[in-house]
């Protein structure tokens, strides 16, 4: 458990401020502190924060978003609902002479970016929220001298927003300026008294090293707008050759206890849409800046709604553990084809490819690529049901590995990668060394399936099929088989939908296997 500092903010009435050749990011040594009671308001957070380390005005380490010098400083203790908001923090700008530090002044607006992390074994992992900023400074009225020229450095204030929130109970924050009017005026992040004494600095030649020092900084929350939900979202498809692939999104505001209606209008109930859904509401055409992103929606079935025009809708709403108030819905694509399974079989000069559908809509073909090439292409039946497809290519040689993809075409000439599968030609001879029984492909399947089974010797073998009630409904294959690889083709058409049982029976040896039959 990480256990808070004292609290103990002071005025360095002596600071040195001393650039060191061998430290260049660290601005002052060994200060001298003297408390401050009470807190100044200059110098404290504001009462909402979620996490405080004020500012000591004992030191300042160099954070520039020009240069390798970067500060990291760790938070915890947030809840889990918490959304950091905003940011406030201490520093001083200051730039190096030959003469030695002299301040800088006349840099507002300043650039900075902030970066949160999540935590990752005690490190920062990779970066999760990151802003880039103008801030103007706000005076603290508050100083540091520097020892060797004199020279006295304002210390001032930092007030950021972030949008959006930024959701994390504990991690990292980097705090990184950069001046756009002075050359070589760089930003140092003030230290503090208040932490758990753990942090990492980035040096000139972008080595990381742990540092014992805490930097001031607080965490807020802000007063967020309430979230009225939307009645209703509707997704204009953006190509009139629907189905095509998209590029359409929109912000959908969501709450507990309501329901967003999702509305894409299409030609026919064939045109099926899909979506994808994003927390927060940040891109170009669906931006809300001001809404807190949302965690933990649910988006219910597609039903088709005939009328002028025709429309597909589903329910977007809260789960019972989300929280925040906006998504981006995104509309995709209308997928033609909904893909069971891709399987290649091989045996002595031959690859059998078989593949199976559950659906297919506004299909043109499916064309088969071996190695890249197209080699075979089918019709598609554009059965709502789905349908079953076998091809064998005939052209390869035993021993060679051979890797096809399954492309659907639809009927606007758009292509898509349905699954890949591998295969490797062999003697039969060589590989049938004892019994053994294959899965059926295609598996799920509706009416056609193919088994496939070794045999080591000549036999009197029986394929059998049973419920799973134990009832035998079908005899597969019966009697006398030689030796090697076999292949059963099975027309299950007049038995109904549900999982059955295969079993293979042959001189000592006994196997069984599941299939899904759909129709």
């Known amino acids: 458990m990480k256990k808070l500092m004292m609290i103990c903010v002071c005025l360095a009435v002596a600071c040195s401020l001393v650039w060191a050749q061998d430290e260049p990011f660290r601005l002052t040594d060994n200060p001298i502190r003297e408390e401050l009671t009470p807190l100044p308001p200059e110098l404290a957070c504001p009462s909402t924060s979620l996490f405080s380390q004020t500012v000591d005005l004992a030191n300042a380490y160099a954070s520039d978003l020009a240069t390798s010098y970067r500060v990291y400083d760790n938070f915890w203790g947030l809840g889990v609902n918490d959304s950091i908001c905003d940011v406030h923090f201490w520093g001083v700008t200051a730039r190096s002479t030959t003469g030695g530090l002299v301040n800088c002044t006349n840099e507002d607006p300043m650039t900075f970016a902030i970066l949160i992390y999540p935590d990752v074994n005690d490190y920062p992992g990779t970066v999760a929220c990151q802003y880039e900023l103008r801030l103007s400074r706000v005076a603290t009225g508050y100083t540091i001298t520097s020892s060797s020229s004199g020279n006295v450095f304002d210390v001032v204030r930092y007030d950021a927003v972030l949008s ?43 080595a990381l090293n742990e540092t014992d020092t805490d930097f001031a900084f607080c965490l807020t929350p802000h007063e967020a707008p309430p979230c009225v939900p939307d009645p209703e979202v509707v997704l204009n498809p953006n190509d009139t050759n629907f189905p095509a692939p998209q590029d359409v999104s929109a912000c959908a505001h969501i709450a507990a206890g309501a329901v967003t209606k999702v509305i894409v209008p299409i030609f026919n109930e064939s045109n099926v849409p899909t979506v994808t859904i994003t927390s927060g509401c940040t891109e170009e055409d669906c931006f809300d800046p001001n809404c807190i992103p949302a965690v933990g929606w649910n988006l219910g079935e597609w039903g088709y709604v005939p009328g002028t025009p025709n429309t597909y809708q589903a329910n977007l709403s809260m789960g019972s553990n989300g929280y925040g108030c906006c998504v981006c819905v995104h509309l995709d694509y209308v997928l033609p084809v909904e893909l069971i399974s891709f399987t290649a079989t091989p045996t002595d000069h031959r690859i059998t490819l078989n593949w199976a559908t559950a659906s297919e809509r506004n299909s043109d073909r499916f064309d088969v ?151």
């Open 164 to 206: 959006p929130c930024c959701l994390f109970d504990h991690g990292w924050i980097s705090i990184r300026g950069a001046s756009t009017v002075t050359p070589d005026c760089r930003f140092y992040w003030c230290t503090s008294a208040i932490g758990d004494g753990h942090g990492y600095q980035r040096d000139a030649s972008g």
């Open 369 to 519: 690529l071996r190695d890249g090439a197209l080699v075979a292409s089918a019709p598609a039946t554009n059965n709502p049901t789905g349908s079953h497809y076998t091809w064998t290519d005939e052209l390869v040689d035993n021993g060679t590995t051979y890797a096809y993809h399954l492309v659907a075409v639809d009927v606007g000439g758009a292509r898509r990668v349905l699954a890949t599968a591998s295969a490797t030609p062999t003697f039969a001879e060589a590989t049938v060394t004892e019994y053994a029984l294959y899965q059926n492909y295609p598996n799920p399947f509706n009416a056609v399936t193919t088994f496939a089974f070794d045999l080591k010797e000549t036999a009197v073998v029986s394929l059998k099929l049973y419920n799973m009630t134990g009832q035998e409904v079908a005899t597969v294959a019966q009697g006398e088989m030689s030796a090697g690889r076999h292949e059963v083709s099975f027309d299950a058409s007049n038995l109904p939908t549900g999982m059955y049982l295969y079993r293979l029976d042959a001189p000592g040896f006994t196997m069984s296997k599941k299939m899904l039959l759909i129709k």
